[in-house]
Nanobody, 115 residues
Framework: QVQLVESGGGLVQTGESLRLSCAASESIFSVAFMGWYRQAPGKQRELVATIINGDSTNYADSVKGRFTISRDNAKNTVYLQMNSLKPEDTAVYYC?????????WGQGTQVTVSS
């Protein structure tokens, strides 16, 4: 069973930055798909960003230009750098990976942006 542990969430003010981390319990070297999703209260979980095959990134329109997804295979970790945060970014953020064809989710980390 693969474990994904997220960290880095917190309470910040509008315009500030946070970096989320998602550490996997095993090597991600061969993992093709890694992504970040978020779920705000009363809303469905939505895609935030993905990184495929190590270098192909994709972002939700609402975060383009502000968020950056990256991965460090040596640390088995995927990151989400979030800049210029807005109150509408408030949500629980989850990392999501496919390892050997099976989907795994982290437990989520809360991000709250105050106005």
């Amino acid at each position: 069973q693969v474990q994904l542990v997220e960290s880095g969430g917190g309470l910040v003010q509008t315009g500030e930055s946070l970096r989320l981390s998602c550490a996997a319990s095993e090597s991600i070297f061969s993992v093709a798909f890694m992504g970040w999703y978020r779920q705000a209260p009363g809303k469905q979980r939505e895609l935030v960003a993905t990184i495929i095959n190590g270098d192909s990134t994709n972002y939700a329109d609402s975060v383009k230009g502000r968020f950056t997804i990256s991965r460090d295979n040596a640390k088995n970790t995927v990151y989400l750098q979030m800049n210029s945060l807005k109150p509408e970014d408030t949500a629980v953020y989850y990392c999501h990976v496919y390892i050997r064809g099976l989907p795994y989710w982290g437990q989520g980390t809360q991000v709250t942006v105050s106005s």
